[in-house]
């Protein structure tokens, strides 16, 4: 019989202590435009999952996809032209 052994170091309370860095806080202030708009379309759903979705409701949800697809999209341009060395 074979025994399997962990490959990889045990994730313990040790390794997740401490704050975040400059970096990885930048990174969230860069990204929170697309956390905000997938916040606001997964209220949206929220909102139709115990009853049938009226017109409104569809409108709702329309705009919040749309306000996520613009986010994703201005993080995308904002995270290529930084990587290109341009102004952001």
Known sequence: MKTIAALQDLVTAASLEGEPSAAELDAIELEMPVIRAEVELLD?????????????????????????????????????????????
């Open 44 to 88: 949206a759903q929220i909102m139709t999952l115990d009853r049938p979705v009226s017109e409104v409701d569809a409108r709702r949800i329309r705009r919040a996809r749309r306000r996520v697809m613009a986010a994703r999209r201005d993080l995308t341009n904002r995270t290529i032209t930084v990587r290109a060395g341009g102004a952001a």
